[in-house]
């Protein structure tokens, strides 16, 4: 029998959902080598309209700076059949419980230009050089419970705990309910990957949302110093936070600020184990690791993609004739290793001389958190590194296991000893 060869176009679903059976960088170049803009066959997609993913830098940028050309709320083109939530098909119930469908990152102009500015006002660059000191508190306290042992992983003792400690910190969450947070956004965050029908993840929506409303009724009374408090009393000409947008933003940066910067840490620590001679740079020279950070994102960055586009009218992009209404996504992971943009693009290099990387994403979306996940990445690689200087792989490579949630790619465990 005649067996079917299946194209890098079909591969890319796979890296999507997370079946995959080839290493995601090779199936990436090969898109590269077959064009910037490319047809992909969508299970769940609607006929009318065609997916496309983007593979270069520059076409990928232009999708997302160009908001006369593309859009995130597919409800406001004519004739669209697309809702929010319709690429991970999921039920009525979850999406009306799905904070990631009507927040900041879902939203056009002018929603997302007003929501924004008014979350800005509590984003700024000078509170979170302000957090330093608390985020270096909580790297120390994580490696004092495991110094002894000699060993731990990676992710569970330290990656995935800093990020939410961070957050939760920031955001107001008392320590005692963190677990709690954490497994419900891990249970959603497996359950809602592009394309999967998981009605699983209803429960922890709901409880997520409910824990959050409290919390949000017990701030209103009894305000402290944390950004839901701030959050609450900020207005700006009169123009306020509504009860539903304050719930979304706070339960969007709990889940935006913790899954991604713990990926930013593990990943980013075995791809240091993978070349020996970067990591040695690193120990040597300890000034370099915001540069290997913003590498470590180039190279190997959290999110494989940004959310869906939704082309506005017709265009041309990338030699491609995109009809209104088609779905792009920008292949975040690929254009930053685009070989015209960056030289040796596949080679890890912390003394890179780097252009600007997409792995935050670029135009009126890109990531709030970015200042924050910097001074994270910052602390956690120069405190592991002073800390444990010997730092050693634990168990043979081929064991590492990766997991794919919600089109980002991470490790399960990374053990090491030190
Ligand atoms: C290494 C860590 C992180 C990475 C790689 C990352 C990546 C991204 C990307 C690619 C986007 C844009 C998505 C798009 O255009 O579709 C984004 C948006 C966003 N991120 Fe992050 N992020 C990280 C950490 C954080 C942190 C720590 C926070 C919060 C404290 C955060 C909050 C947000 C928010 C609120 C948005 C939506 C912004 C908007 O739509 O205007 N992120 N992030």
Redesign the pocket.
């Given at each position: 029998m005649e067996s079917k060869q299946i194209t890098p176009e079909q591969e890319v679903l796979g890296v999507l959902g997370g079946k995959i059976n080839r290493d995601p960088f090779a199936v990436f170049e090969d898109l590269r080598n077959n064009g910037s803009v490319r047809p992909i066959p969508m299970p769940m997609g609607d006929p009318e309209n065609q997916t496309w993913i983007v593979t270069h830098m520059d076409q990928a940028k232009q999708v997302?700076k160009d908001q006369a050309t593309f859009c995130?709320d597919p409800s406001t083109i004519e004739k669209s059949s697309y809702t929010k939530t319709s690429l991970i098909n999921s039920s009525e119930e979850v999406s009306s419980n799905l904070f990631l469908s009507n927040?900041?990152?879902?939203?056009d102009e002018p929603d997302?230009r007003r929501l924004?500015r008014l979350?800005s006002r509590a984003?700024t660059p000078k509170y979170m050089e302000s957090l330093r000191p608390s985020v270096q508190k909580i790297a120390d306290d994580l490696l004092d419970q495991v110094q002894d042992k000699g060993e731990m992983d990676i992710v569970v003792d330290y990656a995935y705990k800093l990020?939410i400690n961070?957050?939760s910190n920031?955001i107001g969450v008392p320590e005692s309910d963190r677990e709690q947070i954490y497994h419900w956004s891990e249970v959603i965050a497996s359950g809602l990957g592009v394309g999967s029908v998981n009605e699983d993840v209803v429960k922890s929506l709901e409880a997520f949302g409910d824990y959050f409303k409290q919390l949000i009724d017990e701030k209103r009374y009894q305000p402290g110093e944390d950004l839901i408090s701030e959050l609450i009393a900020i207005e700006e000409e009169g123009d306020k936070l509504t009860e539903k947008e304050l719930l979304s933003?706070v339960q969007?940066?709990i889940f935006?600020?913790?899954e991604?910067?713990s990926?930013?840490i593990s990943t980013g620590t075995l791809m240091l184990l993978d070349h020996p001679e970067q990591l040695k740079l690193l120990k040597d020279d300890p000034d370099l690791v915001p540069n290997a950070v913003e590498e470590l994102?180039r190279y190997h960055?959290?999110?494989t993609t940004?959310?869906p586009?939704y082309a506005r009218k017709d265009t041309e992009l990338g030699g491609q004739q995109i009809k209104k209404g088609d779905i792009l996504f920008?292949l975040?992971k690929s254009a930053n290793r685009d070989e015209q943009v960056f030289s040796d693009s596949e080679d890890l290099d912390v003394s890179r001389d780097l252009k600007r990387h997409?792995?935050?994403?670029?135009?009126?979306?890109?990531?709030?958190?970015?200042p924050?996940?910097r001074i994270?990445?910052d602390i956690a690689f120069t405190t592991l590194l002073k800390r444990m200087p010997d730092i050693k792989l634990s168990i043979p490579r081929e064991q590492v296991q990766w997991q794919f949630k919600l089109a980002a790619q991470g490790l399960s465990s990374l053990p090491v000893s030190f």
């Open positions: 997302l995130v927040s900041l990152n879902a939203l997302h924004r979350v984003f990020p961070v957050i920031m933003m969007l940066l935006a600020g913790h991604t910067t990926n930013l994102l960055g959290p999110s940004a959310g586009r920008p975040l997409l792995a935050f994403g670029q135009g009126v979306h890109m990531c709030l958190g970015a924050l996940a994270e990445g």
